[in-house]
């Protein structure tokens, strides 16, 4: 939905809906990498679709559906990224470290950076854990690992089911809003401050979203 940009162009009405389409995805994506660390603490019996390495790039992607011209977000979406961000903020820093990782890659790709081999980033998420290895199994025999290494190689994974070698034209990219050096703890505090405001034109106006 983000990428769905039709003959180049997008007007504002369809941006719009494609943001609001593409909210629930995202949210459950964000929940499902916040799940092992609810309430700042990390639960290595929980096994989410994704895992928490990747949590700061969800609350990134958010960045752009926040405190827009028209409400995108619910109030309990709202809420649901400051509970992301405050986990996060409080679990253990070795975790946080590993989000600042993969946000690095992230942000660096968008600046035309060196991105990390997808396996490199993944053996050095889960090098010190002392939990049950199968989410990250799952990780490592999916389609994304040789999908994007083929990409660098300028070849196309088979069945894979992506276009690796078609350049993307993003109806949005929250990551040129940041410089390459930029931070996890710069993500959070952005995100804090879009939410706040948002919330303040909630209870001041009244233009609530069911």
């Given at each position: 939905m ?15 809906h494609?943001?609001r ?6 949210i ?5 990498a ?15 679709v ?6 700061l790039?969800?609350?990134?992607e958010?960045?752009?559906l ?6 995108i977000?619910?109030?309990?979406r709202l809420?649901?990224?400051?509970r992301a ?11 946080f470290?590993?989000c600042?990782?993969v ?5 660096g790709n968008?600046h035309?950076?060196?991105?990390p081999?997808p396996?490199?980033?993944l053996?050095?998420?889960t090098s010190?854990?002392?939990?049950a290895?199968?989410?990250f ?6 389609a994304i ?9 300028g ?6 089911g992506v276009?690796v070698?078609?350049?993307?034209k ?5 990551r ?7 931070k ?16 303040g ?10």
């Amino acid at each position: 939905m983000r990428d769905d940009v039709q003959n180049g162009q997008d007007t504002d009405s369809a941006m719009l809906h494609r943001k609001r389409t593409a909210s629930p995805a995202l949210i459950a994506a964000l929940t499902s990498a916040a799940e092992s660390i609810r309430g700042g603490l990390f639960d290595p019996s929980i096994e989410p679709v994704m895992q928490v390495d990747g949590l700061l790039v969800p609350l990134g992607e958010a960045l752009p559906l926040i405190n827009q011209n028209e409400r995108i977000l619910s109030t309990d979406r709202l809420v649901t990224l400051l509970r992301a961000a405050e986990d996060l903020e409080t679990v253990n820093p070795k975790i946080f470290v590993r989000c600042e990782d993969v946000l690095r890659a992230a942000v660096g790709n968008a600046h035309s950076g060196e991105m990390p081999s997808p396996k490199a980033l993944l053996r050095k998420s889960t090098s010190g854990l002392t939990t049950a290895s199968s989410q990250f199994s799952l990780v490592d025999s999916s389609a994304i690992l040789g999908s994007q290494e083929s990409k660098g190689s300028g070849k196309t994974s088979e069945g894979s089911g992506v276009l690796v070698n078609v350049d993307v034209k993003r109806g949005w990219d929250w990551r040129k809003g940041l410089s390459q050096s930029a931070k996890g703890g710069d993500v959070v505090k952005i995100l804090r401050y879009a939410v706040a405001q948002e919330m303040g034109r909630v209870w001041a106006v009244g233009d609530e979203e069911d």
